[in-house]
Every structure is written in structure tokens, then in C-alpha cells.
């Protein structure tokens, strides 16, 4: 339970100490070092196969423990990532290389202590079994990471950042107003909204109360999960993030607003209510399926490609979870390779973009030729993240396909190979012409904290697909069972 | 209570009806105040030490902190009025008379439990509606942190209607949640001011995929 506390509490005063401490040094050190004992410290407390009890306003389950380890992993990787970034980042005035106006980055102690807080408010997030402390903790995950979309200080990420905290803003305020709605379903007994009391109560809550509360639940926390047609703020806050960010956004935060979804889902499994918001979680994944597809195939910027190809997967992760039965376990098996795959796509494309100088895909020619590692992490992500064999994401895609023809929806499958054939269509011709031919810049020898964590993850990313390790096995199952409406 | 609820949907109208900043910066604030007293006022019985916190940095920062950040950002913008929004003034108090039917009508059929003040619930409702009708509607951006405070302004007061007891702990996160999200775009606002030499946010429009994205094809490679 203590080291609960310690996993929510060490990033949050490192976060806080990062603003005043002004050696650049000391700061970095302090980023790495805490990243790497919360991963430490999220894998200690992961593994035991018991848990924590799960009656307090913080506790683990099996689905809990998936979330913070791949959050915390992706943020380590980020850190590596992220310090060579920040130290390889001029500090002066300098020109925006697509509108031309002047802009200046920053303090390198924002960036700093915004992401260790985006850490902890991710971690806390993850880990509160409390509805309303949960909304506290995600809400307060979006003010954390404004700041860090506007690292750059330039016109577009002022825009993107806007964008992104008045539309998340006013969609988790609706999500507040659902767990208003929870609490009324609790017609007797004590108005507690852990989730130990709402699953325990769960034969007697009120259904008319609790679907209204799921629709707005899934709306606001939808909202920061980037479900279309709620989407609209996503390609502009990933593309515009520097890239370690984006990695963060798209590979961590997401997943926090999925859980908060899921949290919901759970309390209506457990009160017989399983495929009433099923079958609204299948129609939004189906719908930010299409509609990523479409902009995929027009996509003249490659950090926006990304960004969209997020809502894509996030469209499959709610259609899993839908699904319900096999599909869950795939689901929450998509959502460990999607973010370990997008964070590296994110790393490379971030790579590419300091060497080229622009995110226009048509202005780039030849980065296997440029940047031999980055190209060949850029074709490999792209591999990846089209679900293509041998990769973890094609294992998960498959069980999830696999979930939808058992239950016979044939409309639905037919839909769903034909969105993910679209974006491969979408992504393959831009990512190809990207990586391959030559290009006018010069061969240049890479930094290795720009490729490790990228490596790293795609090797992890191949992995996934040829072996699943026996304890994630165990969890994805265990976590899929709490959502089958099994009272536990 | 009823006098407070009233008071509520008066300013709201209000706010749907004006044009200067200045004018809504304060008719948000009365509003803070408003709902900052209504915990205070609900629980006249038993007061706890709890309320008083929460109701006193509810009025603090709601009702004095934020307006006056506000009030900052208007003077060094030298901005003065909300722009044509694209609903007029007068329409939107029409629509405004819309929202209030609705909002009674939704307040109606929730069945919600005997003890639950109606007025108060519908005109909270109501104050939701109007705050995001002014982020759908208004230009400026002042005008739309304004609303979204609106918003959560109503928000608070359906909670406070319906009698939600969180945790205090958790009643001083939500609030600090809404100061810090303010705060934030408060700060974004000097920058918006800076940048774009305007706070119409309808010229933020960059980034987009629906219009063509001029920049990355025109812009000559540096």
C-alpha cells in the first residue's frame, strides 16, 4: 500500500522540485533517476499475483497493474528519449521552419517538472479506485501536459494547446456530471463511489440512472481518449507536442482515459448492463476506425498521420472491450503493443523531423538513406502498426477479429478489415516514399539517446508477436475477467 | 435557496445578452459568490468545518481569483467587447429561453429524490447549457474560458442540488482541477494576445485537415 503512495507521490515532488532546481545537470539526473525507480518500483508492485486490497481510495488490480507498468515503461523510454531532446534543443530565438515567425522554446524546467507531474497525475489515474478521485487525477493529467504542448511557444502549438484544453476541459466536465449521475443509482446504503462499494452494490443500482451515467461517462472520458467523432483536438496536440510528448500522449494518456471508461464498463457488467454500453463502445470504435482511415489516406504531415492512426487504435480498443468475452483480452492486449509501437514511431518521427526540418511528408525523400537506423525503425513502426505479422499488434488484431466472428456480427468484421486495410492503403504509400530513395541530406550519424528507446521498443514490439511472456498472460486474463460482469 | 437559483438563471440570461467583457467578468463572479454560499446555506444545520473551507476557497477562487485574472487579461488585451458572435445577442437570449425549457424538461423527467431542491437543479442545468452554448458560439477566447467556467458552474450546482457528499478531499481536487484549467488558459490567453495580435479564436485555424493545410505545401523548404 506504501508503495502505492510511493509511486504516485516520488514524481510528483521530483515534478515540483524540477521548476526551482536551475543546474541542467542535477535536473536530468533527477528526470532519469525517478523514471527508472517508478518503473522499479511499478514492476515490484505489479508482479505479486494477489494485489493490494482493493477497498481503499488507491489499490492494484490485474488491469490497474497492466496500465501503470506500460505507463511507466513508455515514460522511462520517453526520458532517454527526451533528455538527449531537450539537451540537443537550441535555448534561443530561433525561426519556425513552416511559417517563418520567431519563437523561442520553454524553460527546460517546465518541460521537466511537467512531465514527472504528468507521471504522477497518469499513475494516480491509474490507480485510484475512487470514480471522483479518478476524474480529479485525469482532469488534472490534462492541465499537466498543456504546458507541454507548448514547449515550442510558436503559433500552432498556442493553437493545438488551446484546443486541447478547452475541448478536454469541457469533455471531462461532462464526465464529472456522469459520476453525479453514479452516485444516484445508489439508492440505499451508504453514497460511497469506490469502485470496492459500486461492484459490491451492484444487483441493486438503478439501470435507467446508470446508462445515463455511462453515456456521459463515455463522452467526457471519450473525449481524451480521442473517440470520433470527439477527436477533433488529437491530431493537433500529438503533431504539435515535441516528440517524446507525443509519445506520452498517445502511448500513456490515452490509455488513462480508457481506463476511466473501463472503470464504468465494469460497473455495468457487474449490474447485468454488459451490452448496453458494449454496443455503444462498438459503434464509437467503428466510427473513429473509419473516419482515422479517411484522414489517414490524405495526410500531408506524418506527425498528424500518427496522431490519427491513435485514434484508429483507440477505435479498436473500445471495440474489443465492446465485444466483451475474447475481445477484452484482446483489447487490453492491443493496448500494450499499440502504445509500445506508437511511442517508438513517435521517437523516430521525431528523429526524422529534427534532420529534415519539416513534417511535410512530400519534402521528404530518402530517411534509410539520411538516417539508416530511423529509417529502418520508420518502415518497421509502420509494419507494426498496421497490424502486420510477425509483430504483437497483428496477434492482437487477429484475437480481436477472432472475437467478432465467434459472436457472428459480420457487419462489423467486414467494417473492421476494411478500415485497417485502409489505413495500411494510407499509411504504406506516405511511410514508403518517406523512407526509401535519396535524399538531399547528408548521412549523419545518429546520437544514441535518439535510438535506444526506439530500438528497444521495437524489439519489444517483435517480441510481443512471437512470445507473450507467461505473468502478462495471467494478468490479461485476470483483467479481462473483471469486466465480464462476474461479481468478484 | 430559491432566491439564489433565480439569481443564477438571471445571470446567465444576462450573460447571454451581452456584449462587453467587463460585464460578464463580474456576472461570473456574482456567480462564484452564488454557488460558493449555497453549500453554506444548504447544510444550515449542521455546519461542519468542512463546508465552510470548501465554500470560502470556492468564493476565493471563483469568485475573486479567477475574475480578477480575467480582468487582467481584458486590460492588457485592450479588448473591451465580445465580437459579433456568430449567433447574435438577441438570438442567443432566444435560444437562451430554449435552454431553460429544456432544462426544466430534463430536470422533470430525471425523477430525481424527494429531498432534491427542483429550482435549484434546473437552473444549474440551465447554467451548464449556457455555458456551452457561449463556447459553441462566442469568438473571443476570454469569452470562451468564461464559459467553460459557466459550465462547471453549473456543474457544481447540480452536485450541490442533488446533495453529492464527496469526500472533502476530493471536493478540494475538483476545485483545484477548475483553478489550475482556468489558470492555465489564463495563461494561454497572454500568449493568444501576443501572437496573434487578437483573441478571436476563429482565426486559430492552422490546424486543420478540412481546410487545405496551406502551410506544409506552400512554405519553401528553409
Request: net charge neutral; with cysteine.
Amino acid at each position: 500500500m506504501t508503495l502505492l503512495w510511493w509511486i504516485i507521490l516520488l514524481p510528483a515532488a521530483a515534478g515540483i522540485a524540477s521548476y526551482f532546481i536551475r543546474w541542467n545537470g542535477l535536473r536530468r539526473f533527477l528526470w532519469v533517476a525517478v523514471a527508472g525507480s517508478h518503473l522499479a518500483m511499478s514492476i515490484a508492485a505489479a508482479l505479486p499475483a494477489g494485489g493490494t486490497p482493493l477497498d481503499h481510495w488507491i489499490g492494484m488490480d490485474s488491469l490497474s497493474a497492466i496500465f501503470l507498468v506500460l505507463t511507466s515503461l513508455l515514460f522511462f523510454g520517453a526520458t532517454i528519449y527526451g533528455v538527449g531532446y531537450v539537451a540537443r534543443e537550441p535555448v534561443t530565438l530561433r525561426r519556425d521552419f513552416e511559417d517563418g515567425s520567431l519563437f523561442k522554446n520553454e524553460p527546460e524546467s517546465v518541460f521537466t517538472g511537467g512531465s514527472l507531474l504528468l507521471l504522477a497525475t497518469m499513475s494516480l489515474a491509474i490507480l485510484s479506485r475512487h470514480l471522483a478521485l479518478q476524474w480529479v487525477a485525469i482532469e488534472a493529467t490534462t492541465l499537466a501536459s498543456a504546458p507541454l504542448i507548448y514547449y515550442h511557444q510558436n503559433r500552432r502549438s498556442l493553437e493545438a494547446a488551446w484546443k486541447y484544453l478547452i475541448l478536454c476541459s469541457v469533455g471531462i466536465a461532462l464526465a464529472l456530471l456522469g459520476i453525479f449521475f453514479i452516485r444516484m443509482t445508489m439508492q440505499n446504503g451508504p453514497h460511497d463511489l469506490t469502485l470496492a462499494a459500486l461492484l459490491e452494490q451492484a444487483g441493486t443500482l438503478n439501470h435507467k440512472w446508470l446508462s445515463t451515467a455511462f453515456i456521459f461517462m463515455l463522452v467526457g472520458y471519450g473525449t481524451k481518449m480521442g473517440l470520433a467523432p470527439l477527436h477533433t483536438w488529437l491530431p493537433d496536440a500529438h503533431s504539435e507536442a515535441p516528440s517524446p510528448v507525443s509519445a506520452l500522449l498517445s502511448g500513456a494518456l490515452l490509455n488513462c482515459a480508457f481506463l476511466g471508461i473501463l472503470r464504468v464498463q465494469q460497473i455495468c457488467a457487474a449490474a447485468g448492463m454488459a451490452s448496453f454500453g458494449g454496443d455503444l463502445l462498438i459503434l464509437f470504435g467503428l466510427l473513429s476506425m473509419g473516419l482515422a482511415g479517411v484522414f489517414i489516406l490524405r495526410q500531408a504531415d506524418y506527425k498528424r498521420m500518427l496522431a490519427y492512426s491513435s485514434v484508429e487504435h483507440m477505435g479498436i480498443l473500445a471495440l474489443g472491450v465492446g465485444l466483451g468475452g475474447l475481445g477484452l483480452f484482446g483489447s487490453f492486449l492491443h493496448a500494450v503493443n499499440h502504445s509500445i509501437v506508437k511511442a517508438m514511431l513517435f521517437f523516430t518521427a521525431g528523429n526524422i523531423l529534427a534532420r529534415f526540418n519539416t513534417k511535410s511528408t512530400m519534402k521528404i525523400q530518402g530517411v534509410c538513406h539520411a538516417l539508416p537506423i530511423s529509417g529502418a525503425l520508420w518502415i518497421a513502426g509502420f509494419l507494426a502498426v498496421t497490424g502486420s505479422p510477425p509483430f504483437g499488434t497483428f496477434v492482437s488484431e487477429f484475437t480481436i477479429l477472432r472475437a467478432i466472428l465467434d459472436q457472428g456480427r459480420w457487419i462489423t468484421a467486414g467494417l473492421y478489415v476494411l478500415f485497417l486495410l485502409l489505413a495500411f492503403v494510407g499509411m504504406s504509400g506516405i511511410v514508403l516514399r518517406m523512407a526509401l530513395g535519396r535524399s538531399e541530406v547528408e548521412r549523419t550519424r545518429e546520437p544514441l539517446t535518439a535510438i535506444a528507446s526506439p530500438v528497444v521498443f521495437a524489439v519489444l514490439a517483435l517480441v510481443l508477436g512471437v512470445y507473450l511472456p507467461g505473468p502478462l498472460v495471467d494478468k490479461l486474463h485476470d483483467a479481462a475477467q473483471l469486466l465480464t460482469g462476474v461479481a468478484k | 435557496m430559491t432566491i439564489i437559483s433565480v439569481l443564477l438563471i438571471l445571470s446567465c440570461l444576462l450573460l447571454l445578452g451581452s456584449s462587453r467583457l467587463h460585464v460578464a467578468i463580474r456576472v461570473v463572479a456574482a456567480q462564484g459568490l452564488l454557488l460558493g454560499g449555497l453549500p453554506i446555506i444548504r447544510s444550515a444545520g449542521d455546519i461542519h468545518y468542512g463546508i465552510w473551507i470548501l465554500g470560502l476557497s470556492t468564493i476565493l477562487s471563483k469568485g475573486i481569483l479567477l475574475p480578477w485574472l480575467m480582468t487582467v487579461c481584458v486590460r492588457l488585451s485592450g479588448i473591451r467587447r465580445e465580437i459579433e458572435p456568430f449567433i447574435g445577442f438577441g438570438a442567443s437570449l432566444l435560444c437562451g429561453t430554449a435552454l431553460l425549457g429544456l432544462a426544466v424538461w430534463i430536470t422533470a423527467r430525471l425523477q430525481l429524490p424527494g429531498e432534491a431542491p427542483l429550482i435549484l437543479t434546473t437552473s444549474s442545468f440551465f447554467a451548464m447549457f449556457v455555458g456551452l452554448f457561449l463556447m459553441v458560439t462566442r469568438r473571443q477566447a476570454i469569452s470562451q474560458s468564461l464559459a467553460y467556467l459557466v459550465m462547471e458552474n453549473g456543474v457544481y450546482g447540480i452536485g450541490v442540488s442533488m446533495s453529492l457528499d464527496f469526500p472533502f478531499l476530493v471536493e478540494l481536487g475538483i476545485l483545484l482541477d477548475v483553478f489550475v484549467g482556468v489558470f492555465l488558459m489564463g495563461n494561454l490567453l497572454f500568449h493568444i494576445d501576443r501572437e496573434f495580435e487578437h483573441l478571436d479564436t476563429n482565426k486559430l485555424t492552422e490546424l486543420s485537415d478540412l481546410s487545405e493545410p496551406a502551410t506544409l505545401r506552400a512554405e519553401e523548404h528553409p
